[in-house]
């Protein structure tokens, strides 16, 4: 699969570990002689291209006052160029960068919300947002 893992069979199925190019090598057994014919087709699986929007809070249920962090560190918009990263804590505040730390006022529930935006060429998406709901304890 081009990560070390080897698997069998008509159809198969893979999470890759990484976000990176990889090499799968298609090797094709005859039935009928058991000969194997190697490399028989390589086909390229590039991660590197695709937009991933995602973030992660260090934890969904905080309380008023306590610092909660947010980390968008694997999100990419490989087709566009600075790209910057936008927080609104629909609270009032926002702000921006891949790992950020914010401290709720008042109790409720919040939906964060994270939007990629960046600038490239005419194939760079305008902007991608994700959201979470927050918890937030007296």
Request: aromatic share 8%; net charge neutral; with cysteine.
């Amino acid at each position: 699969m081009g990560d070390g893992t080897l698997l069998t069979g008509p159809v198969v199925s893979h999470c890759y570990q990484e976000r990176k190019l990889y090499t799968v090598q298609l090797d094709v057994v005859e039935e009928a002689t058991g000969a194997v014919r190697t490399a028989e087709k390589l086909i390229p699986v590039d991660f590197t291209k695709e937009t991933v929007v995602n973030f992660h809070p260090s934890t969904d249920t905080v309380r008023v006052g306590q610092s909660i962090t947010f980390d968008a560190a694997d999100s990419q918009l490989p087709l566009c160029s600075n790209v910057v990263v936008l927080w609104d804590f629909r609270d009032g505040y926002v702000t921006n960068g891949r790992q950020v730390a914010h401290r709720f006022r008042r109790a409720g529930q919040y939906t964060v919300r994270m939007s990629l935006r960046g600038n490239g060429p005419g194939s760079c998406p305008d902007s991608h947002c994700v959201s979470r709901i927050i918890v937030v304890l007296p």
